[in-house]
């Protein structure tokens, strides 16, 4: 089983869409998550840190779901500049981050 | 808004060859990091690095690999010998002592090996 599992997509949504993207992990001694963004070729940036009581910023929402070992992003009113690549992050008891593959997400007009 | 720069942004090398990619973290952070993204695959955990010495490296870090503060402000990835399966994005990253679980990416050097 993957460390860190996520729908490759690609999501294809319309501006003003809401979106949701989900995740799950298989360490059980996970200690964080995160929720980062990749533009094509690019770095990746920090959207969120999610915790367990679920968090919001903006039209972003996170959640954590430790019994089920589960993450989930939603974005509400889709803008084209939201069109990248979703990484879920998990950080397990050491000093690195482990991602998955990401979820690509097209926002058109 | 202070920055991880990296250099170069792209090298062309051919197999064999030894590669320092170089980094230079924000001045006051003290954890440093190593990951790699091979075109259309997640990123990859290579190294951490702190108090002059690696603290985990992963099974991809293996003797070809090495990792270098040599002054003050530089922290450098070197291969020994390149291999074409080494072709890949290398981000390196920093955080302070304090920042916990926020770290920072550097843009990437675009590794390509022929």
């Known amino acids: 089983r993957k460390e860190v599992e996520q729908d490759p997509g690609p999501f294809n949504v319309p501006e003003g869409a809401t979106v949701a993207f989900n995740c799950t992990y298989s360490?059980?001694?996970?200690?964080?998550f995160f929720w980062y963004r990749q533009d094509c070729r690019k770095e990746p940036k920090l959207l969120m840190s999610?915790?367990?009581s679920g968090n919001e910023d903006g039209r972003f929402t996170a959640q954590l779901n430790r019994a089920s070992q589960y993450i989930s992003l939603l974005i509400r009113d889709s803008k084209l500049s939201d069109s990248a690549t979703y990484l879920c992050v998990v950080k397990p008891n050491t000093d690195k981050l482990i991602f998955g593959t990401g979820t690509r997400l097209q926002v058109f007009p | 808004e202070p920055e991880v720069t990296q250099t170069p942004s792209h090298q062309v090398t051919q197999m064999g060859q030894e590669v320092i990619l170089r980094c230079v973290p924000i001045s006051n952070h003290l954890y440093f990091y190593w990951y790699r993204q091979i075109l259309g695959q997640k990123v990859e955990f290579l190294v951490s690095f702190y108090n002059n010495e690696i603290s985990e490296k992963s099974e991809i870090f293996d003797d070809q690999f090495s990792v270098e503060r040599p002054d003050g402000s530089n922290f450098t990835l070197k291969i020994r010998s390149t291999k074409l399966e080494d072709s890949a994005m290398y981000f390196c990253?920093?955080?302070?002592?304090?920042?916990?679980?926020?770290?920072?990416f550097g843009e990437g050097s675009w590794l390509t090996v022929v």
């Open positions: 999610v915790y367990s």
């Open positions: 360490n059980s001694a996970s200690q964080s």
């Open positions: 990253a920093s955080r302070t002592l304090i920042s916990g679980n926020t770290i920072y």
